[in-house]
């Protein structure tokens, strides 16, 4: 299941809730991820909050819970050149 479309399952949580309820009800659903898959259990663990206030604050945590790797190769982009001083690894192409 794509990121968004399992954020979306839980606008139907009652909250406040915890970690521990979200996990027990959704842990193991699968994130497909740009390299592979995670589970919500580890991504909610990952991001470290105990507690979650609203529906915003837990997709928060599902986006930062995230590996580096979920977003495809590191420091890529298409868009910009490095700016003066900064420090990135040199562009490869494919």
């Given at each position: 299941m794509r990121l968004e479309e399992a954020a979306?399952?839980?606008e139907s949580e009652e909250f406040p809730t915890?970690?521990?309820?979200?996990?027990?009800?959704?842990?193991?659903l699968a994130?497909?991820?740009?390299d592979g898959e995670a589970v919500v259990?580890?991504?909610?663990e990952r991001a470290g909050d105990e507690r979650y206030g609203s529906y915003e604050e837990l997709?928060?945590?599902l986006f930062c819970g995230l590996p580096a790797g979920?977003?495809?190769r590191r420091f890529y982009s298409d868009r910009n050149t490095p700016?003066?001083?900064e420090d990135r690894p040199t562009p490869v192409s494919f």
């Open positions: 979306a399952l839980f915890t970690r521990e309820r979200l996990c027990s009800r959704h842990g193991d994130i497909e991820l740009a259990t580890t991504v909610l997709r928060a945590s979920a977003v495809g700016a003066v001083g």
